[in-house]
């Protein structure tokens, strides 16, 4: 079962394919619930941004002397920091000494040459100096993906210094892997209140720089390799839940792709309880999927940009989506999505690249079009503000505990194998 959130186009192809029945209601949903929601258990909280994204203006700003990369994100490291686990789309590399070509050159150190970090003006190869990691590090996150399209911006060395600097940083990641390590897995375990949550990110492409090795995992090109990954972790009686950070989608586009909801659909039957996605650099909407055995799971097609120098509105505009985890007390139970919610997200942009990333309350200049887009495709009583992160909202009513179903929520398509 599907339960869709701010519905578009293209959704026809989609159901023929998955050969579902529709039962039609009006068009928008207003909060989405989950139906353990008030099941005892033990219970972990996790946050998710989008894209780190850091044009030339950001760069030279957080390499000045005295910046940072974490003053852009400052106005948001409670909400990180009050989080079990907090995660992240690292989208580029963090690899000292190595050139655009993916040759080894002398390090420059905290300065933005355009040889090392950096690239020539207009050029979309982008890397960052691995004090970006101890930035992450600070502000409270644990895992990022370095699985997307720009993983391969300093080739093969470029990947593995990249690994290097986030291993000896501390902080997980999910992806990749150093040329000749064809038996490490793509996943990683992180564990938080006793609970181990697998994370598993894959990418559609790597914009044509060629992955020799084999060091990136590919969402479609390899997805037989990924969901049988998805099951081996489902399977492990040490992992509680399996969460998939895909990169994919069209850039621009506001919703997921024909094959990307297939694919979705599949993760979750493989026993992925959340898949979180990015790549578009605008938000996408969120689905309540179920796989077998009528367990839930949600969907976050994309999370937008957390910090770009992107300008449009809808670019600005992303979220910190807080998600939920419960074990229940029975014995070998699995650990699933209990409630979740939205934190609107906001890229202030301030001169000489001084971005901020703040919670969007509609106040600000320009934001309230970004708050309006976002409100757009997202259920909107899932929004939450930074204080509110511990209030989820659910549903313990009797309906949903034993009924084992979630009803269609006000103008919720509701879409049923």
Known sequence: MVLLFGMGHCWRAALAALAIVVTTFPAIASTITF????????????????????HRPLQ??????????????????????????????????????VEAGGDPVKDPGRAFDGRVYGARAGALYYNYHPSVIDDLHASGFDIVSTANNHAMDRQS???????????????????????????RPWSTITWAKG????????????????????????CHGQKDELLAEVRRLDANPLIDA???????????????????????????????AAVIGSHPHVLQPWALMRGSGEREALVIYSTGNFISNQRRPEQRAGIAAVIELTRPLTPGAKARVTAAGYVPTWVDIRGSGAHRVIENTGKGSGSSDGLKRTLQLLPEGNRIGIELATEL?????????????VPAA????????
Request: glycine letters at 12%; charged letters at 25%.
């Open 157 to 183: 060395l470029g990947a593995d210094r990249t690994i290097d600097n986030l291993s000896a940083r501390g902080v997980a990641f999910t992806g990749t892997r150093k040329k000749g390590e064809t038996t």
């Open 242 to 272: 399996v969460i998939v950070t895909p990169h994919w989608g069209e850039e621009g586009d506001r919703q997921p792709t024909k094959r990307d909801r297939e694919l979705a659909a599949a993760l979750v039957e493989a026993g992925a």
């Open 195 to 218: 609970l181990g949550v697998a994370w598993l990110a894959c990418t559609f492409d790597t914009n044509g720089n060629p992955d020799r090795h084999g060091q990136v995992l590919l």
């Open 35 to 54: 139906r353990n929601a008030c099941e005892p258990g033990d219970r972990v909280t996790i946050v998710a941004v989008g894209d780190l994204l850091f």
């Open 393 to 405: 909202p659910r549903d313990c009513s009797p309906a949903i505990a034993t009924a084992g179903t």
């Open 60 to 97: 030279l700003h957080a390499l000045r002397k005295g910046g940072s990369y974490g003053e852009f994100w400052r106005d948001m490291d409670p909400l990180i920091r009050g989080a079990d686990l907090a995660y992240a789309n690292f989208e580029g590399t963090a690899a000292h000494g």
């Open 410 to 417: 006000q103008g919720l398509p509701l879409i049923a194998k």
